[in-house]
Nanobody, 121 residues
Framework: QVQLVESGGGLVQPGGSLRLSCAAS????????MGWYRQAPEKQRELVAT???????NYADSVKGRFTISRDNAKNTVYLQMNSLNPEDTAIYYC???????????????WGRGIQVTVSS
């Protein structure tokens, strides 16, 4: 009913940049919070950044000043601009959108499949 498709990952050298995108499609009525999470090998999934419908943002301390989250409500898409990447940013990145879909009255969280980001020289 709702699908999330992530793009923009890959291999980048330390100090480089990547821009992730996550586009939602399907019977979407409304999207509340959009967010990015990541999971490094043998570590728990952690919050990277979130953005509310009115544009308020929240970032993990480890990415503040380097990453920027944004959204395009008309396209049901959330972005993550990642600058000054370092090897500690290597992880699978997941988008998560809080969506009201179809005939449902409540919002629920939908997750993308994840996209690999590798920072290495």
């Amino acid at each position: 009913q709702v699908q999330l498709v992530e793009s923009g990952g890959g291999l980048v050298q330390p100090g480089g940049s990547l821009r992730l995108s996550c586009a939602a499609s399907g019977s979407i009525r409304s999207i509340n919070v959009m967010g990015w999470y990541r999971q490094a090998p043998e570590k728990q999934r952690e919050l990277v950044a979130t953005i509310t419908r009115d544009g308020s943002t929240n970032y993990a301390d480890s990415v503040k000043g380097r990453f920027t989250i944004s959204r395009d409500n008309a396209k049901n898409t959330v972005y993550l601009q990642m600058n000054s990447l370092n090897p500690e940013d290597t992880a699978i990145y997941y988008c998560s959108l809080n969506i009201r879909a179809g005939i449902l009255r409540n919002y629920r969280d939908y997750w993308g499949r994840g996209i690999q980001v590798t920072v290495s020289s």
